[in-house]
């Protein structure tokens, strides 16, 4: 009996010490996970859903909902990302990591910025669909408590700072699939990317990731009204 007992106790701490290793995977072998799934991919193409939360949102919980928006994003390394917003009305953003585009077919309207000034939140997305490469150079990266089960959530904060970005908050799964990705900015806001499964691309048809206006569309250059 008493042999009985020692070896449930044994196979107890076993399991036990088990969980606790899994529970606290170390960073640096998160790190290299999401680069090993996601590093190689000639492109990818996901779903997603955006939500913006103020700070008085995030104040009511679940009783308050923010601007919600669905569509599809479409990202070829190193820098060449189209998302293309369907509800709640058709919209798209395409940048090759220069020049950002915002279309917005409901106005005939083309806004142009500097993607290394006004596309940083996009560039950030290209950055973790790469695997989050190179980002010890430019992030203070910690781990932080898990809310759920089964979720892994890391912490970048920018080094140095950014101007208006205070941290990014990446939600995994145990097995390095990104879920979802919070950009908190320093007033306080909120905006969360839940994306759906990845699908690989092979290949993306000739000028996907270009831009030309269409003809009669106005074209906003950066800081114009």
């Avoid at 309207?109 to 993607?115: G, L, M, P, R, S």
Wanted: charged share 30%; aromatic share 8%.
């Amino acid at each position: 009996m008493k042999t009985a007992v020692r070896l449930c106790l044994l196979f107890s701490a076993i399991l036990l010490s088990t969980g606790a290793a899994r529970c606290e995977e170390p960073l640096q072998t998160i790190l290299d996970g999401l680069k090993e799934k996601y590093g190689h991919l000639s492109g990818l193409k996901v779903d997603y859903t955006r939500e913006i939360i103020t700070r008085s949102m995030s104040l009511l919980g679940s009783q308050a909902e923010g601007d919600r928006a669905e569509g599809h994003i479409f990202f070829k390394p190193p820098h060449f990302l189209r998302l293309e917003q369907k509800r709640p009305a058709e919209e798209t953003v395409l940048t090759d990591g220069a020049v950002l585009w915002w279309y917005i077919p409901e106005k005939n309207e083309v806004h142009k910025y500097d993607a290394g000034k006004f596309g940083k939140e996009l560039g950030l997305l290209s950055d973790i669909f790469r695997g989050l490469v190179r980002v010890g150079e430019r992030f203070d990266v910690t781990r932080l408590p898990e809310k759920e089960p089964d979720s892994v959530r890391l912490q970048l904060v920018p080094v140095p700072a950014w101007e208006e970005i205070d941290r990014i908050v990446i939600a995994l799964t145990p097995g390095h699939d990104i879920r979802a990705v919070e950009i908190h900015n320093l007033l306080g806001t909120v905006t969360r990317f839940k994306l759906g499964r990845f699908h690989e691309m092979d290949a993306f048809d000739s000028g996907f990731f270009e831009f030309k206006a269409p003809e009669g569309a106005r074209v906003v250059e950066q800081g114009e009204m």
